[in-house]
């Protein structure tokens, strides 16, 4: 099955810029879906298709996707932006959804 | 919108237990309907989904052959019946929407299940 491999944790000083690897096999030639998730609390979308961004998540949540490599970039970090982050993409070869390990974002 | 998950709780290993996941606020038979399981401490896995028109389901090797998702589109619910029940299964159990078939774009609070004995 599909594997997707995030870090398990980054930091950042606040008003600096979080980058969140999600690494695959050719993940370039699917989509991306990104989630925040927040201690004890629901997952929420903050990035859909690799970089569109759902309505109420800032500007400052972008993302890409090439070769190997999905990233999501958080500019001008707040510490409401602290959680963990989970990449998803859907396996079409097994036709089942597959998230990545999460990454812990923590803003110093 | 709302999506309100329930019937989580403590079962036995080899029982059985029938989540139940409320939907308002949109048109249910629009959209694809998931559900996600978290264990405690751990990451978010997929565990199966629905399609809009009630035609089709996925499930996850995991869970293939002991969990059955259905849909009532007339009370606006989805269900996912676990049989079979193992510790493994122990998680929060989140149901969540899908305009797509490839993400959710909106998630219930879930629903804790605990397999123990």
Request: aromatic share 12%; proline share 4%; glycine share 12%.
């Amino acid at each position: 099955s599909y594997v997707l491999t995030q870090p398990p944790s980054v930091s950042v000083a606040p008003g600096k810029t979080a980058t969140i690897t999600c690494g695959g096999n050719n993940i370039g030639d699917i989509s991306v879906h990104w989630y925040l998730q927040k201690p004890g609390q629901a997952p929420v979308l903050v990035i859909y298709y690799d970089s569109d961004r759902p309505s109420g998540i800032p500007e400052r949540f972008s993302g890409s996707n090439s070769g190997n490599t999905a990233t999501l970039t958080i500019s001008r970090v707040e510490a409401g932006d602290e959680g963990d982050y989970y990449c998803q993409v859907w396996d079409r070869s097994s036709d089942q959804g597959v998230f990545g390990g999460g990454t812990k974002l923590t803003v110093l | 919108v709302q999506l309100v998950e329930s019937g989580g709780g403590l079962v036995q290993p080899g029982g059985s237990l029938r989540l139940s996941c409320a939907a308002s606020g949109f048109i249910f038979s629009d959209y694809w309907i998931y559900w996600v399981r978290q264990a405690p401490g751990k990451g978010l896995v997929w565990v199966s989904r629905f399609n809009s028109d009630g035609s089709d389901t996925n499930y996850a090797d995991s869970v293939t052959g002991r969990f059955t998702i259905s849909r009532d589109d007339a009370k606006n619910t989805l269900y996912l019946q676990m049989d079979s029940l193992r510790a493994e299964d122990t998680a929060v159990y989140y149901c969540g929407r899908g305009r797509v078939a490839t993400f959710v774009d909106y998630w219930g609070q879930g629903t804790l299940v605990t397999v123990s004995s």
